[in-house]
């Protein structure tokens, strides 16, 4: 593991710090290596190349140029088609 280089002071409040404490027991970890482990986290699901990302973006292609914002094609989304559940 690389040397660490620099520290970081937070503030916590009440919740966060009973978050920290049962994931050091329940992990068997210190508090530093949480905090890492959140951190990598945090940026894997959240950065790309530093900016934050869409997941799913780019993995999937319906042909429909407008699909993500016109009204039209969520009309019925989420309702059972009446003759093919039955």
């Known amino acids: 593991m690389?040397?660490?280089r620099?520290?970081?002071q937070a503030r916590l409040d009440s919740e966060s710090q009973r978050?920290?404490?049962e994931?050091?027991?329940q992990l068997r970890w210190s508090?530093?290596?949480v905090v890492r482990e959140g951190l990598r986290l945090l940026a894997a699901?959240?950065?790309v190349d530093g900016r934050r990302k869409i997941v799913g973006l780019g993995k999937f292609r319906s042909g429909i140029s407008d699909?993500?914002?016109n009204k039209a094609h969520l009309k019925d989304f989420g309702r059972?088609?009446?003759s093919s559940r039955r």
């Open 45 to 47: 699901c959240h950065l």
């Open 31 to 33: 508090p530093s290596r």
């Open 19 to 21: 978050t920290l404490a």
């Open 80 to 82: 059972e088609a009446s």
């Open 6 to 8: 620099s520290l970081i």
């Open 67 to 69: 699909l993500a914002f």
């Open 23 to 25: 994931l050091v027991r």
């Open 2 to 4: 690389d040397v660490m």
